[in-house]
């Protein structure tokens, strides 16, 4: 059977997971610029490896509690739209491989607009010896509209014409 690798990561302590593939690296050590009348979901931008990368703020999408003061967060680096994106998360858990049975569908009763994001669940195994924990899969090219990503984009050539 075919395995899928996928990136764990902590929001608020609640799991949720990115198709390995579609991560480009995790940073730990970037320091935010802000952007003032950005939209409310780019919390800023980068400089990395010579590329300014926007800062995607889940929690923001997420409608959660989003204190990053104090906090050590890490950052899942990736690309969509053709714009490297950077998608703070809390923690890294780990990697893991998902069998294709343990791949499901998103239940249409948890599909709305707002959660349009949502790419799939995998079931994983849980501490608790025999059960399956469930994690939400969050599609890197959903998290951002096109109209958004011209937006971004636009952000990007102004911020690389300043410099």
Do not use: W
């Amino acid at each position: 059977m075919a395995e899928t690798k996928y990136i764990v990561f902590l929001i608020n302590d609640q799991k949720y997971c990115m198709n390995l593939s579609k991560i480009k690296g995790i940073e730990s050590d970037y320091q935010v610029v802000r952007i003032p009348s950005s939209a409310d979901f780019i919390r800023g931008i980068i400089h990395l490896r010579n590329e300014i990368v926007p800062i995607y703020d889940l929690k923001e999408r997420f409608e959660q509690e989003n204190d990053y003061s104090g906090k050590t967060v890490q950052l899942l680096v990736t690309e969509t739209h053709n714009i490297k994106l950077g998608i703070e998360v809390d923690d890294v858990v780990g990697i893991v491989g998902v069998e294709e049975d343990d791949i499901k569908g998103v239940p249409g009763v948890v599909t709305t607009d707002n959660t349009d994001y949502l790419e799939n669940i995998i079931r994983i195994d849980s501490d608790i010896k025999g059960h399956k924990e469930i994690i939400l899969c969050i599609s890197v090219d959903k998290l951002i509209t096109d109209e958004e990503a011209e937006a971004l984009e636009e952000l990007i050539e102004e911020e690389i014409s300043e410099e």
